[in-house]
C-alpha cells in the first residue's frame, strides 16, 4: 500500500464547478500537507500547503486537512479553463533541519480538465 | 522563478549506456532533489543532498547515482540505463532558512532508454 493515496482521475468539469480534490496517507508522522500544480511538460509548482489540522484558503483555493481521518482536500471554486493541469498532494514529517531533510511523499496526482 | 536549470532536456539513448543528467541553481539553495514521474505513479524520491558531499537514497534509488561536488549542481547518473528508466526527471531545490517547506522544481528532462 502506498504510504499517499490520490484518486488519478481524470476529472473534468465544465468552466464555473466546483472542484473536489482528495488524498488520503497511512503515515502518522506527515505533519505539512501541500498541493502542487503541474501545467503539461512543466515542472510543478507549490499551490498552497496547510501544517497539522484545519482550513487554509487562498483565493478560489481552499485546502483541508483532517489528521484524525487523514485525509486531506483541495477545493476549487468558479473553476476556470486556466486551472487545467494535473494537481498533486504531497506530505512532508519536519520542516527544514529537520531529520526528514525536507522530503516529500507524493500522491500519484489527478489530472483536471476544465471546459469552457 | 527559481533559478533551476535542466541538462539535457530531452535525451534518447540505449540499454547498456551510461547517462548523466545535471541539476543546476542559482538560488544558493542548500537541499537538492531528483524525482522521476510516471503515469500512475507521480513523483518519487531518487536521490536528494542536504549539502556538498552530502546525499542519501530516497524511495527508488536502484540504479542511480549521485554526486554534489558544488552547492549550485547536483547530478543524477545511471550507470548502465535500462529501459525502465524511461521516464521524466525532475530535480528540486529547496532552502534551509527557518519555516522553509517548499521545494522549487526544474522544467524535467524527459529521458527514453530503447
Known amino acids: 500500500q502506498k504510504e499517499v493515496e490520490q484518486d488519478p482521475g481524470p476529472l473534468s468539469v465544465p468552466e464555473g464547478a466546483i472542484v473536489s480534490l482528495n488524498c488520503t496517507y497511512s503515515?502518522?508522522?506527515?505533519?505539512?500537507f501541500m498541493w502542487y500544480r503541474q501545467y503539461s511538460r512543466k515542472g510543478p509548482e507549490l499551490l498552497m500547503y496547510?501544517?497539522?489540522?484545519g482550513n487554509k484558503e487562498d483565493g478560489r483555493f481552499t485546502a483541508q486537512v483532517d489528521k484524525s481521518s487523514k485525509y486531506i482536500s483541495l477545493f476549487i471554486r468558479d473553476s476556470q479553463p486556466s486551472d487545467s493541469a494535473t494537481y498533486l498532494c504531497?506530505?512532508?514529517?519536519?520542516?527544514?533541519?529537520?531529520?526528514?531533510?525536507?522530503?516529500?511523499?507524493f500522491g500519484q496526482g489527478t489530472i483536471l480538465t476544465v471546459h469552457p | 522563478d527559481a533559478g533551476i536549470t535542466q541538462s539535457p532536456r530531452h535525451k534518447v539513448t540505449e540499454t547498456g549506456t551510461p547517462v548523466t543528467l545535471r541539476c543546476h541553481q542559482t538560488?544558493?539553495?542548500?537541499?537538492m532533489y531528483w524525482y522521476r514521474q510516471d503515469p500512475g505513479h507521480g513523483l518519487r524520491l531518487i536521490h536528494y543532498?542536504?549539502?556538498?558531499?552530502?546525499?542519501d537514497k530516497g524511495e527508488v534509488s536502484d540504479g542511480y547515482s549521485v554526486s554534489r561536488s558544488k552547492t549550485e549542481d547536483f547530478l543524477l547518473t545511471l550507470e548502465s540505463a535500462t529501459s525502465s528508466q524511461t521516464s521524466v526527471y525532475f530535480c528540486?531545490?529547496?532552502?534551509?532558512?527557518?519555516?522553509?517547506?517548499?521545494?522549487?522544481f526544474g522544467p524535467g528532462t524527459r529521458l527514453t532508454v530503447t
Open positions: 504531497a506530505m512532508s514529517g519536519r520542516s527544514a533541519g529537520g531529520t526528514s531533510y525536507g522530503k516529500l511523499t
Open positions: 503515515n502518522s508522522a506527515f505533519q505539512y
Open positions: 496547510t501544517y497539522s489540522s
Open positions: 538560488e544558493n539553495h542548500r537541499y
Open positions: 543532498s542536504y549539502g556538498v558531499k552530502d546525499t
Open positions: 528540486a531545490t529547496k532552502g534551509a532558512s527557518g519555516g522553509a517547506l517548499e521545494q522549487y
